[in-house]
Nanobody, 125 residues
């Protein structure tokens, strides 16, 4: 089982940067694919980025490609999401999630078994 504590959210101006952290507990973390998702008010939860066990494969939503970077440090049981050139449309609650199983990137939220509590990111225009 994996449990998460997310941090790093906050209020930032357009064009600014934030780094989200997702610290996990549980011995299966190092063999979990981890993803970041976000949900804005009135919208469905959407995929942002994901990374495989070893970090060798990463995938991004088209809307964040070139601006966001996902990384992980298995020694620290932590996954990061570096967010640069933030836009107002990035405003949402951001969640990290983990799934056990094959080491392949999955973008469908329902295929992730473990979720963090979420952290709010607000980008002012």
């Amino acid at each position: 089982q994996v449990q998460f504590v997310e941090s790093g959210g906050g209020l930032v101006q357009t064009g600014g940067s934030l780094r989200l952290s997702c610290e996990a507990s549980g011995r299966t973390f190092s063999t979990s694919v981890v993803g970041w998702f976000r949900q804005a008010p009135g919208k469905e939860r959407e995929f942002v980025a994901a990374i495989t066990w070893t970090g060798g494969n990463r995938r991004y939503a088209d809307s964040v490609k070139g601006r966001f970077t996902i990384s992980r440090d298995n020694a620290k049981n932590t996954v990061y999401l570096q967010m640069d050139s933030l836009k107002a449309e990035d405003t949402a609650v951001y969640y990290c999630a983990a799934r056990l199983g094959p080491d392949i990137v999955v973008i469908t939220p329902t295929r992730y078994e473990y979720w963090g509590q979420g952290t709010q990111v607000t980008v002012s225009a």
